[in-house]
């Protein structure tokens, strides 16, 4: 392995940077549209316990990622927690899934975007292309979106800091307009339009099933955890802290939104937050001032899945379970420059499908998600009893309890999105799903032809440095219990 090359990011990622990367993730355009539908459904009791609920759930996920990733602060984040737990082709598997799950989200956050100024400043409809799913797409619409990508791509091409003062400051102004958004409501609504409070069990349910896409996002910490410069001790506090954080956003856009309007200008509005603060305040420009709020939400969660996707990309590039030149990083900026260009084209063509068809990649990269959460909590049993001696900077209590929870957790996830389940995939989203599987299939043979000569050593050390590695050198233990940072 000595003329290995095994290239690496830069540290450059603070405390603030990391916290506002999980949380504005977390925290994209759906509370904009979807809270007026959770109060509806289980009234403004139910809406708060079903995030309650989902957090406590995700917590027990969170958990897991907590104890591994300051245990192995690499960039691939559940790529490097499976091969280590799991081997190599569940390595893959992961790694594949979870990617896809990012870049699906951020190709949706295109059309996203474009809703959003279209609801500001309506965009003028020219070169009509085709309709998809009920939704004409015009060129006009296509390049504000494309515009957008095309940023964001820019940013991240420069490194990571760049991209984590750009997501901190969108993060903040986000925060900015959800409390306006509140003491607003607070101020000029109703509390006889948080009626009725409760509407019953199946009410709650039906929003718990809503409530997992809701905290997707927090997994990207450990992608960048190879580029942050705080001590590993802290990385587990800021993520479990992130869900905790975005738990309160939601309850708190609920109550918002119950108080602010009545439930027939919610239930008829065409983006409800929107509308509804416009009603409390007798003000359109109101109105106006959340979807600008919400649009930093779509910015920091597009900008945090180009981080997520991006590394993990570049984590199977450098360990050749990819073509080598995604493991490759740019000679002034240290970013993954190839992984970039990949992510930030696709992000930039995906307003070519509209509004409408892009829904079916969220739903189908969920299940994306759920696979690698499974697959984290699997890792996290087996590297409790085959490596009790890993260095653990933050050690979960219970350990064996919180990951048979975990697991149990992610597995219901996966029920809810399989054809017995109650939020089962559609057929065309099962066909998204597969193919990127099959997609997969041909990158993992092309791999193994291609580097059919890597032996597990190289692997091991490409994956995890020599200080990670089981098979090289280490540092010594003060450097990784967490007291230091990198």
């Known amino acids: ?4 090359e095994r290239q690496e ?4 990622m603070s405390n603030k940077d990391v916290l506002a990367l999980a949380f504005g993730t977390m925290i994209g355009w759906g509370w904009i549209m979807l809270a007026g539908e959770w109060v509806a459904l289980a009234g403004i009791l139910g809406a708060i316990l079903a995030f309650a609920v989902g957090a406590v759930l995700c917590i027990f996920v969170g958990l897991t990622y907590a104890e591994l990733t300051p245990a192995l602060p690499l960039a691939g984040g559940e790529l490097v927690f499976s091969y280590r737990g799991l081997g190599y082709i569940p390595s ?7 990617t896809f799950a990012y870049v699906g989200v951020a190709a949706w956050e295109g059309p996203a975007f474009v809703t959003a100024i279209d609801y500001v400043l309506e965009i003028p409809r020219f070169g009509y292309l085709w309709t998809i799913a009920d939704f004409d797409v015009y060129i006009s619409w296509v390049l504000v979106g494309a515009a957008g990508g095309f940023i964001l791509a820019i940013l ?4 990571i800091k760049s991209a984590s003062i750009f997501q901190t400051f969108a993060t903040i102004a986000l925060g900015i307009g959800g409390i306006v958004f509140f003491f607003g409501s607070l101020a000029n609504g109703d509390f006889q339009n948080m009626l009725p ?12 099933l809503m409530v997992p896409a809701m905290f997707v996002g927090f997994d990207v910490i450990p992608q960048a955890a190879e580029e942050m410069n705080i001590p590993l001790n802290k990385i587990a506090k800021i993520l479990i802290f992130s ?8 309850i708190l856009m609920i109550v918002s939104i119950a108080l602010a309007a009545p439930s027939a200008i919610r239930d008829g509005a065409s983006i409800p937050v929107a509308d509804s603060f416009a009603f409390a ?3 359109p420009i109101f109105g106006k001032f959340m979807i600008i709020t919400a649009m930093c939400g779509i910015l920091t969660s597009w900008n945090g899945f180009i981080v997520g996707a991006t590394r993990v990309l570049f984590s199977m590039g450098r360990a050749k379970m990819l073509p080598i030149i995604f493991g490759k990083v740019h000679p002034k900026f240290e970013s993954p420059t190839a992984a970039i260009i990949l992510v930030g084209a696709i992000t930039c063509v995906s307003p070519l499908m509209g509004k409408s068809a892009l829904v079916w990649f969220v739903d189908a990269s969920a299940f994306g998600t759920v696979v690698a959460y499974f697959m984290v909590a699997l890792s996290f049993l087996f590297l409790r009893v085959n490596e009790p001696d890993l260095a653990r900077p933050y050690k979960v209590k219970g350990g064996p309890f919180v990951g048979g929870m975990a697991i149990l957790v992610a597995g219901f996830f996966l029920y809810l999105y399989l054809p017995i389940g109650p939020g089962a995939l559609l057929p065309v989203e099962w066909a998204l799903v597969l193919g990127w599987v099959f997609l997969g299939v041909i990158f993992f043979i092309t791999a193994k032809l291609k580097y059919k000569d890597v032996t597990p050593e190289e692997t091991e050390f490409l994956l995890f440095g020599k200080d990670y590695a089981r098979t090289g050198s280490r540092l010594p233990q003060k450097r990784r219990s967490g007291s230091n940072v990198h």
């Open 1 to 4: 392995m000595a003329n290995t």
């Open 9 to 12: 990011l830069k540290r450059a």
């Open 92 to 98: 893959w598997i992961t790694g594949w899934m979870i």
């Open 156 to 159: 991240n091409y420069r490194g």
């Open 197 to 208: 409070a409760f509407t019953g069990p199946q009410g709650l349910v039906a929003v718990i």
């Open 243 to 250: 869900i905790c954080l975005a738990a309160a956003w939601y």
């Open 281 to 283: 305040m007798n003000n």
